[in-house]
């Protein structure tokens, strides 16, 4: 395995030598809309703008009673194509000093230039070749909070990051903060999910109480599950490199020296950093994946299609509104806030 596509020890600052098996893959966009089918269920219009990859079956409603994605998607955006299913993210926007917002495009990691956007998805079973037990369909999650706003809420959650990438292949300096300087080939967003589950619960009412960090330790250094959590799962992580490199003219940031970009949940500061996932592999085929040797996006056991059919697979917004403009305001007017929930703007 060529070592710069290895993420990186959370704070360690280097990158994991010798070998381990992990899937490391392309899904490119879906589509970019206001829905939310695990905060705001059915509801066509979510509070903030998110951006979407995988299996096409994605809607406002997705009732976990009746969804099977597998059988409902027709195409997914994702490399490995027994993969529907979907993940997603905020939306970057940059603040020009006149007070209007543009949207951020995503474009492809390394390996993975030719994607439309999307983002890179990482199953990494564990570093210490000990088995996992794959997500069941069913099983959906949410990490970190948009509605935090400072550092010591976001160092609740481990390993919600940013990196200021000099080139696409920086993989040092992870910051909780959005980066402070221009970065000369965009910003990466990184989201670690936690890897112990009760073993019980596909969901939970907050999305999160279901699953959970290592007792001890960390997932990278093989840290032990709680025993309220004790089933190891596999360690989701996205990596979405965001193109700001059209915005990285200082004389067009804010004239207090502070950084321009915002989340589309109305954050400046960046601790607000969060991802969604909604399970939907085909049949048995992320436990296999899991199970066997897996380098990066070669993985024998997997059906695969080349980035450019996944490019292919993309769905109309079924919210129709401006995202691409120089927006007076985020989508869905979106207020952007400070810890105290007043508005900053
Ligand atoms: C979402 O998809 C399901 C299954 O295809 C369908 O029954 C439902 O009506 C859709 N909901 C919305 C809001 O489009
Ligand atoms: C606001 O600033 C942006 C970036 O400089 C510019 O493209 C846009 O036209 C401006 N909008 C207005 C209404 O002045
Ligand atoms: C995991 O197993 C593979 C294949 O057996 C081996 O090459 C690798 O060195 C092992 N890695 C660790 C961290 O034990
Ligand atoms: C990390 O950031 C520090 C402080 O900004 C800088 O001095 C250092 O060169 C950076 N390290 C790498 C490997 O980029
Ligand atoms: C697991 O592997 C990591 C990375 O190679 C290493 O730092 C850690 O010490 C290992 N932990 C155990 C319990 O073997």
């Known amino acids: 395995m060529r070592s710069y596509w290895t993420p990186v020890l959370a704070g360690a600052g280097y990158l994991i030598p010798g070998a381990f098996a992990l899937l490391r893959f392309s899904c490119s966009q879906l589509v970019v809309e206001r829905l939310d089918p695990l905060v705001n269920p059915g509801i066509v219009g979510s509070p903030h703008l998110h951006q979407i990859i995988g299996g096409n079956a994605f809607n406002a ?9 597998p059988s409902e998607a027709t195409c997914t955006t994702c490399t490995f194509a027994e993969d529907f299913s979907n993940y997603w993210t905020a939306v970057l926007f940059f603040r020009a000093r006149n007070g209007t917002y543009k949207r951020v495009q995503q474009k492809g990691n390394v390996y993975f230039e030719d994607s439309n956007g999307g983002m890179t998805v990482y199953y990494i079973p564990s570093y210490n070749n000990t088995s996992v037990t794959a997500f069941k369909p069913g099983f959906r999650m949410i990490t970190g909070d948009p509605t935090i706003r400072t550092r010591e809420e976001a160092e609740r959650y481990r390993q919600l990051t940013y990196t200021c990438l000099q080139d696409p292949m920086t993989r040092t300096n992870e910051t909780l903060n959005m980066p402070k300087e221009p970065c000369p080939a965009g910003i990466m967003a990184n989201l670690r999910f936690p890897t112990c589950w009760d073993g019980v619960n596909l969901d939970s009412p907050d999305h999160a109480s279901h699953v959970s960090y290592p007792e001890s330790g960390t997932f990278e250094s093989g840290g032990p599950c709680p025993s309220s959590h004790p089933v190891k799962i596999p360690q989701l992580f996205y990596e979405i490199v965001w193109d700001t490199t059209p915005f990285n003219d200082k004389s067009e940031w804010p004239e207090d020296g502070k950084q321009p970009f915002v989340w589309s949940y109305g954050d400046a500061t960046g601790f607000g950093n969060h991802g969604d996932y909604m399970f939907g ?5 992320l436990q296999i994946a899991m199970d066997t040797n897996c380098n990066g996006f070669q993985c024998p056991e997997l059906g ?9 697979c993309t769905k109309t917004p079924a919210v129709d509104e401006d995202i691409d403009g120089w927006l007076d305001e985020l989508p869905g007017r979106m207020p952007v806030t400070d810890a105290s929930g007043k508005s900053v703007f």
């Open 61 to 69: 409603s997705m009732d976990p009673k009746t969804l099977d994605l």
């Open 281 to 285: 592999w085909k049949g048995n085929a």
């Open 304 to 312: 695969y299609q080349e980035i450019r059919v996944g490019n292919k």
